[in-house]
């Protein structure tokens, strides 16, 4: 069974780099047969795809958060994490990371969540 | 952009009916959808792919339908454990997919 989990500070200040991590078990981020993506849903919201790793080291990412978005992976922890630069109180959210799809592009596996408040 | 509407916002439901939310895309996106379940405090469930094929594991009260570009899921007898918000997703557009702004149902 495939898991993922989030992991990383629930606090980032204004104009601070948020950072977390997913960790992923059951599945190898370097295998090339899905896309590891991170997602975000803002209070009461719905949903932002952010962006994506695949063959742990590729990377692909929404234009309108491109500027301030890294995506990396770490295939010998079969990990991968986001940064996100220069935050603002827009960016508070609950943080999914998910297994996506390579050809049909859903998401099948999802992390609990992590929520970040960037407050200062 | 490809836009994405759901409609109702909300509904309000007793177990053992037939729930229908329609998603429309504001542009032709073939059958490139997909619907999920995300009840409080927990992540979105895949329910629906490709318009209509249900993911492995879901109940089978759970269908899509596409019409052009209208996609509908139905949830026939509604259960307790159904009542939660429903996002759709396009992914036409891939890699940039959006989500539909959710329908919640909740108890009449």
């Known amino acids: 069974q495939v898991q993922l989990q989030e992991s990383g500070p629930g606090l980032v200040k204004p104009s601070q780099t948020l950072f977390l991590t997913c960790t992923v078990s059951g599945d190898s981020i370097s295998g090339g047969s899905h896309f590891w993506s991170w997602i975000r849903q803002l209070p009461g919201k719905g949903l932002e795809w952010i962006g994506y790793?695949?063959?742990?080291?590729?990377?692909y990412y929404n234009p309108s958060l491109k500027s301030r978005v890294t995506i990396s992976g770490d295939t010998s922890k079969n990990q991968f994490s986001l940064m996100l630069s220069d935050v603002t109180a827009a960016d508070t959210a609950m943080y999914y990371c998910a297994r996506e799809s390579w050809n049909l592009f859903y998401f099948d596996f999802w992390g609990p969540g992590a929520l970040v408040t960037v407050s200062s | 952009d490809i836009q994405m509407t759901q409609s109702p916002s909300s509904l309000s439901a007793s177990v053992g009916d037939t729930v229908m939310i329609t998603c429309r895309a504001s542009?032709?996106?073939?059958?490139?959808l997909s619907w999920y379940q995300q009840k409080p405090g927990k992540a979105p469930k895949l329910l629906i792919y490709?318009?209509?094929s249900l993911q492995g594991g879901v109940s089978s009260r759970f269908s899509g339908t596409r019409s052009g570009t209208d996609f509908t899921l139905t949830i026939r007898s509604l259960q307790p454990e159904d009542f939660a918000t429903y996002f759709c997703?396009?992914?036409?557009?891939?890699?940039?997919?959006?989500f539909g702004p959710g329908t919640r149902v909740d108890f009449k």
């Open positions: 790793v695949y063959y742990g080291t590729s990377t």
């Open positions: 490709a318009a209509s």
């Open positions: 542009q032709n996106i073939n059958s490139d």
């Open positions: 997703q396009q992914s036409y557009s891939s890699p940039v997919v959006t």
